[in-house]
């Protein structure tokens, strides 16, 4: 089975400044996907950036970057250049290859950008 | 543009009433998943479905049922309802790709009175 762990319920970042969400997982599978989505207070879940498990570089999306280190099971999410904007829930998620297996989800991290 | 829509936004239900929450997509994606977000939980698959007429219990299955005649429609159903099924029901689709994400309905908020 698949685990995502988000250690930070909540976080603040100064405006302009950059940030970190941390995000570490568990598999037995080698071939996986991981992802980062952000929601607003809409509720809405937008989609953020993708790693593969085989991709040799890290993933960026603008000012979205993954940190991805494969050997510590880790997928940090990096925001650079914080906006007020960015202020919403985050979540990491995984998805294994195998046919039609759900995507798990962390339980989040609220992040509050301050002026 | 293409989409998930789910037919409601804001739903206020009595206990005991049956609840069906839609959900549509336009996207010809194989897959469609239901699950509800609680603060502090995350989110929590209740039942997918990979096919026409084919579903799978997810991690909370309890308390509900689903149905998918159509492959654009997913529909979930509160058989009866109750006050601990408050909670936002997002409704998500895909392709049976590990490199292809979700894209997300905007979510029902249900209350459960």
């Known amino acids: 089975a698949q685990k995502i762990t988000q250690t930070q319920p909540g976080m603040f970042v100064q405006e302009k400044e950059a940030v970190t969400l941390d995000c570490t997982y568990d598999?037995?599978?080698?071939?996986?996907?991981l992802f980062w989505y952000k929601q607003p207070s809409s509720g809405e879940m937008i989609f953020l950036i993708y790693?593969?498990?085989?991709?040799?570089q890290n993933a960026t999306e603008g000012r979205y970057s993954l940190n991805f280190q494969k050997a510590r099971k880790s997928a940090n999410l990096v925001i650079s250049a914080s906006q007020l904007g960015d202020s919403a829930m985050y979540f990491c998620?995984?998805?294994?290859?195998?046919?039609?297996?759900?995507?798990?989800f962390g339980k989040g991290t609220r992040l509050s950008v301050i002026a | 543009d293409v989409k998930v829509t789910q037919s409601s936004r804001y739903l206020v239900k009595r206990t005991g009433e049956k609840v069906f929450l839609e959900c549509v997509q336009d996207m010809d994606h194989e897959n469609m998943f239901w699950y509800r977000q609680d603060p502090g939980l995350g989110l929590r698959l209740i039942y997918f479905s990979y096919d026409v007429k084919m579903k799978e219990k997810g991690d909370i299955p309890e308390g509900y049922s689903v149905s998918r005649e159509k492959k654009e429609r997913f529909s979930l159903i509160l058989e009866s309802a109750s006050t601990n099924q408050t909670s936002m029901y997002l409704c998500a689709s895909t392709l049976d790709r590990v490199d292809y994400g979700y894209t997300f309905g905007s979510g029902t908020r249900l209350t459960v009175v």
């Open positions: 598999t037995s599978d080698q071939s996986y996907g």
């Open positions: 790693q593969g498990s085989y991709d040799e």
């Open positions: 998620a995984m998805r294994v290859r195998k046919g039609n297996t759900p995507l798990v």
